[in-house]
C-alpha cells in the first residue's frame, strides 16, 4: 500500500527557503519582489546571493523592486512530466529584464501566448506555492 504522501507525489514547484533567502521569501508571501545591490560597484542581481556576482563584494542588501519588468524571452511548455506543471501546460516559461538591471527566470501568466513579443511590459505578481508564493509576471507596467 502507497502512503498518502507518496500517492500525491513530490511537487517540484515548492520553494525551499534558508536561513538567507528567507526575507526573499517572506517579501514574495507579502506581495513583495526582492533583489539584491551591491554597495561596492552599485549593481543589482537576481537570484539572491550572499555576494556580488560582478566585482566579489559581500557588501549586498536587500533593495525593493519596482515590480516592472520586459520581456526578454519565452517559450510556450506544451508538456512537462514533473509536478505539478503538467497539470498547468500550456504555460510561458520566460526570461525578463527587470527595471533594476536583473534579468530573471520566470512564468508569464494572464496573457494570450499570441500577444507575447520581446519588449512587452510586465509587472510582477505572486502565484501561491505551498506556504511560500513565487513571482510572476503578467501583462502591463
Same mark, same amino acid.
Given at each position: 500500500?502507497?502512503?498518502?504522501?507518496?500517492?500525491?507525489?513530490?511537487?517540484?514547484?515548492?520553494?525551499?527557503?534558508?536561513?538567507?533567502?528567507?526575507? %526573499?521569501?517572506?517579501?514574495?508571501?507579502?506581495?513583495?519582489?526582492?533583489?539584491?545591490? !551591491?554597495?561596492?560597484?552599485?549593481?543589482?542581481?537576481? %537570484?539572491?546571493?550572499?555576494? !556580488?556576482?560582478? !566585482?566579489?563584494?559581500?557588501?549586498?542588501?536587500?533593495?525593493?523592486?519596482?515590480?516592472?519588468?520586459?520581456? %526578454?524571452?519565452?517559450?510556450?511548455?506544451?508538456?512537462?512530466?514533473?509536478?505539478?506543471?503538467?497539470?498547468?501546460?500550456?504555460?510561458?516559461?520566460?526570461?525578463?529584464?527587470?527595471?533594476?538591471?536583473?534579468?530573471?527566470?520566470?512564468?508569464?501568466?494572464?496573457?494570450?501566448?499570441?500577444?507575447?513579443?520581446?519588449?512587452?511590459?510586465?509587472?510582477?505578481?505572486?502565484?501561491?506555492?505551498?506556504?511560500?508564493?513565487?513571482?510572476?509576471?503578467?501583462?502591463?507596467?
Amino acid at each position: 500500500m502507497t502512503p498518502p504522501e507518496r500517492a500525491a507525489g513530490p511537487r517540484f514547484d515548492l520553494p525551499e527557503p534558508d536561513a538567507f533567502t528567507r526575507p %526573499y521569501w517572506d517579501a514574495a508571501r507579502e506581495g513583495r519582489l526582492l533583489i539584491r545591490r !551591491c554597495a561596492g560597484c552599485g549593481r543589482a542581481h537576481h %537570484y539572491p546571493r550572499e555576494f !556580488c556576482p560582478y !566585482c566579489w563584494s559581500e557588501d549586498v542588501e536587500w533593495e525593493r523592486a519596482s515590480g516592472r519588468a520586459t520581456l %526578454y524571452t519565452w517559450s510556450v511548455v506544451h508538456r512537462n512530466d514533473l509536478p505539478p506543471f503538467g497539470d498547468r501546460v500550456p504555460y510561458v516559461a520566460a526570461v525578463v529584464d527587470l527595471a533594476e538591471g536583473p534579468r530573471m527566470m520566470t512564468e508569464v501568466v494572464e496573457c494570450a501566448h499570441g500577444d507575447l513579443r520581446i519588449g512587452r511590459g510586465l509587472t510582477v505578481t505572486f502565484r501561491a506555492a505551498g506556504e511560500e508564493a513565487v513571482p510572476v509576471f503578467r501583462p502591463g507596467g
